[in-house]
């Protein structure tokens, strides 16, 4: 089998269910999920040693429940039936309320950085708000889930308290935005 179809060369590719262009919408957010799919998996390879072996197994999940979604993102079928569950959302919610307990308290904003793994788990958590509003233009032109845009909101904050965590968990402080002003109350 070769890798190639030669099928997308006039820019056209296949929904679960029709032919579209390759800047369709829900291409252009499945993309944007399938680029965060990839992310993670960088982030992963930095995540070395047992301290962080929950959020290992975590991201893996991650990792498969993205490819659902991007599956849901790409099914125009009359009856589709869709993969991701609200349990993916409660599941996210889990951890974020268990590592938010275990990072330090802030009070202001946290610029991105710390270890590697901690930047690379941010710069997916920016990638997860690009697939989020990918999302919901998506949304405001076709049907799609409403579980959809939870997890991916979810998403977006459990990536954020992982890599809060990982940098406690090697002794590297947050940088904290410089402003006076408290923003998380």
Same mark, same amino acid.
Not at 27 to 34: F, L, P, Q, S
Not at 123 to 139: L, N, Q, W
């Given at each position: 089998?070769?890798?190639?179809?030669?099928?997308?060369?006039?820019?056209?590719?296949?929904?679960?269910?029709?032919? /579209?262009?390759?800047?369709?919408?829900? /291409?252009?957010?499945?993309?944007?999920?399938? *680029?965060?799919?990839?992310?993670?998996?960088?982030?992963?390879?930095?995540?070395?040693?047992?301290?962080?072996?929950?959020?290992?197994?975590?991201?893996?999940?991650? =990792?498969?429940?993205?490819?659902?979604?991007?599956?849901?993102?790409?099914? %125009?079928?009359?009856?589709?039936?869709?993969?991701?569950?609200?349990?993916?959302?409660?599941?996210? *919610?889990?951890?974020?309320?268990?590592?938010?307990?275990?990072?330090?308290?802030?009070?202001?904003?946290?610029?991105?950085?710390?270890?590697?793994?901690?930047?690379?788990?941010?710069?997916?958590?920016?990638?997860?708000?690009?697939?989020?509003?990918?999302?919901?233009?998506?949304? =405001?032109? *076709?049907?799609?889930?409403? %579980?959809?845009?939870?997890?991916?909101?979810?998403?977006?904050?459990?990536?954020?308290?992982?890599?809060?965590?990982?940098?406690?968990?090697?002794?590297?402080?947050? /940088?904290?935005?410089?402003?006076?002003?408290? /923003?998380?109350?």
């Amino acid at each position: 089998m070769k890798i190639y179809t030669r099928k997308g060369d006039k820019g056209k590719t296949h929904l679960i269910g029709k032919r /579209v262009e390759k800047n369709h919408l829900r /291409v252009e957010a499945y993309g944007t999920i399938d *680029e965060l799919n990839s992310f993670i998996g960088r982030a992963l390879a930095g995540l070395t040693g047992e301290e962080n072996k929950d959020i290992v197994e975590e991201l893996t999940n991650i =990792q498969h429940e993205l490819f659902d979604l991007g599956a849901d993102l790409a099914n %125009v079928t009359e009856k589709p039936v869709y993969k991701t569950k609200d349990e993916y959302v409660e599941t996210l *919610e889990k951890a974020i309320d268990k590592y938010w307990a275990e990072a330090p308290e802030i009070k202001t904003f946290v610029l991105p950085g710390g270890t590697p793994a901690a930047a690379d788990l941010h710069v997916c958590r920016t990638i997860a708000r690009r697939g989020e509003r990918r999302i919901i233009a998506c949304m =405001q032109e *076709e049907d799609v889930p409403e %579980v959809i845009i939870k997890y991916t909101n979810r998403l977006s904050d459990y990536l954020f308290a992982a890599a809060r965590v990982v940098n406690a968990r090697a002794g590297c402080k947050d /940088v904290l935005y410089r402003s006076n002003n408290d /923003v998380f109350k």
